[in-house]
Antibody, heavy 124, light 107 residues
Framework: QVQLVESGGGVVQPGTSLRLSCVVS????????MHWVRQAPDKGLEWVAV????????FTAESLKGRITFSKDNSKNTLHLQLDSLRPDDTGTYYC?????????????????WGQGTQVTVSS | DIQMTQSPSSLSASVGDRVTMTCRAS??????LAWFQQKPGKAPKSLIY???TLQSGVPSKFSGSGSGTDFTLTINSLQPEDFATYYC?????????FGQGTKLEVK
């Protein structure tokens, strides 16, 4: 069955970087778009980014532009998200999620499956 | 950015009730709307996409409707496991945005 498992979270100091991973099973990351969504403590959901199935098209929330790098390794069925210049307001749970395409220009991607999340705490 | 506004912010209901919550977009998003359910300490669960299409495995007690700027999520015959926070999300244009959530509580 479809599973997504995030890892790489932890407690880090402001200004540092962190690399999150999302290992999937039950499908191939090369065949689907993949999203990152985050949630600050006791707050709502915030969309972070999406990477198209081909790895070429990517869209990012403005608040994170220039500070995130994301990629996927089809051979390992893994998605990565690197967060740079971390700030206290980056604290939260980070979820990866599978995206299903709606054909169009540009294509749109709705989420069907979610991982369980990995916790990131940015604090000095 | 497209603003998504959910109402009410919280909703009290009893087991067996039928409830409806709404989601309004600040501009036309066609039918590019999804609904999610989240329980405390858990990952969100996808319920509906394209405003009214149930995700695989989601019971038919959940239904969605709307297009353009106004959308609703209805849950029939509430059960204890349905009490949670519900979020809408538009995926019509970037950046994708979520509503602030509607917390469904036991009356």
């Amino acid at each position: 069955q479809v599973q997504l498992v995030e890892s790489g979270g932890g407690v880090v100091q402001p200004g540092t970087s962190l690399r999150l991973s999302c290992v999937v099973s039950g499908f191939s990351v090369g065949d689907y778009a993949m999203h990152w969504v985050r949630q600050a403590p006791d707050k709502g959901l915030e969309w972070v980014a999406v990477l198209a199935y081909d790895g070429r098209n990517r869209f990012t929330a403005e608040s994170l532009k220039g500070r995130i790098t994301f990629s996927k390794d089809n051979s390992k069925n893994t998605l990565h998200l690197q967060l740079d210049s971390l700030r206290p307001d980056d604290t939260g749970t980070y979820y990866c999620a599978r995206g299903r395409v709606v054909v169009g220009a540009p294509p749109r991607y709705y989420v069907d499956y979610w991982g369980q999340g990995t916790q990131v705490t940015v604090s000095s | 950015d497209i603003q998504m506004t959910q109402s009410p912010s919280s909703l009290s209901a009893s087991v067996g009730d039928r409830v409806t919550m709404t989601c309004r977009a600040s501009q036309d998003i066609r039918k590019s709307l999804a609904w999610f359910q989240q329980k405390p300490g858990k990952a969100p669960k996808s319920l509906i996409y394209a405003a009214s299409t149930l995700q695989s495995g989601v019971p038919s007690k959940f239904s969605g409707s709307g297009s353009g700027t106004d959308f609703t999520l209805t849950i029939n015959s509430l059960q204890p496991e349905d009490f949670a926070t519900y979020y809408c999300q538009q995926y019509d244009s970037y950046p994708y945005t979520f509503g602030q959530g509607t917390k469904l509580e036991v009356k």
